[in-house]
T-cell receptor, first 116, second 112 residues
């Protein structure tokens, strides 16, 4: 069964809307989750590391005020794309590390975000 | 910065042939390397995880090797089937918490 649940799977909305994406760890408590972004025919690019109970760590070039991450519990991390614009349209995927790097990393099914 | 490269970018084979997918990385100080499968519009499914101390991992028709000294990993899929058609991604991490660097993937088509 699924280890990671990501919701919603698809969002279509108007420019200027804020969109929240949820990532839930179903099988175990996750102190660390990761958020990736994938453009068409490109690989995944890490956006940020979500840490339970503390601030997320953002990769270089990722606007923390644009992509708000909240990891308030050991099973839930949320990514909010604030005031989304067409260039934010992408495939967003979360993942959960299974432990201290020696376990497989499990991914959600992704969220296809389309901003009109 | 770690760079991960996958060659070829695309591959088409007839059913029954063995598949060989290559992944190279620039920093040999990896913690582990993982192979994933991605179907169109879907998330990633983990196939095999190789720890830095291991040379290979096997699961069914899949075998992945790791050669840190040459910065390479190879995924072998034996007796390919049309259901194996997907994009295969390799990713490695140089830290213990699983912050991965991904290759661009190899798109595989297995024709009946």
């Amino acid at each position: 069964g699924a280890v990671v649940s990501q919701h919603p799977s698809r969002v279509i909305c108007k420019s200027g809307t804020s969109v929240k994406i949820e990532c839930r760890s179903l099988d175990f408590q996750a102190t660390t989750m990761f958020w990736y972004r994938q453009f068409p025919k490109q690989s995944l690019m890490l956006m940020a590391t979500s840490n339970e109970g503390s601030k997320a760590t953002y990769e270089q070039g990722v606007e923390k005020d644009k992509f708000l991450i909240n990891h308030a519990s050991l099973t839930l991390s949320t990514l909010t794309v604030t005031s989304a614009h067409p260039e934010d349209s992408s495939f967003y995927i979360c993942s959960v590390a299974g432990g201290q790097g020696n376990q497989p990393q499990h991914f959600g099914d992704g969220t296809r975000l389309s901003i009109l | 910065k770690q760079e991960v490269t996958q060659i070829p970018a695309a591959l088409s084979v007839p059913e029954g042939e063995n598949l060989v997918l290559n992944c190279s990385f620039t920093d040999s100080a990896i913690y582990n390397l993982q192979w994933f499968r991605q179907d169109p519009g879907k998330g990633l499914t983990s196939l095999l995880l190789i720890q830095s101390s291991q040379r290979e991992q096997t699961s069914g028709r899949l075998n992945a090797s790791l050669d840190k000294s040459s910065g390479r990993s190879t995924l072998y899929i034996a007796a390919s089937q049309p259901g194996d058609s997907a994009t295969y991604l390799c990713a490695d991490t140089t830290d213990s918490w699983g912050k991965f660097q991904f290759g661009a993937g190899t798109q595989v088509v297995v024709t009946p």
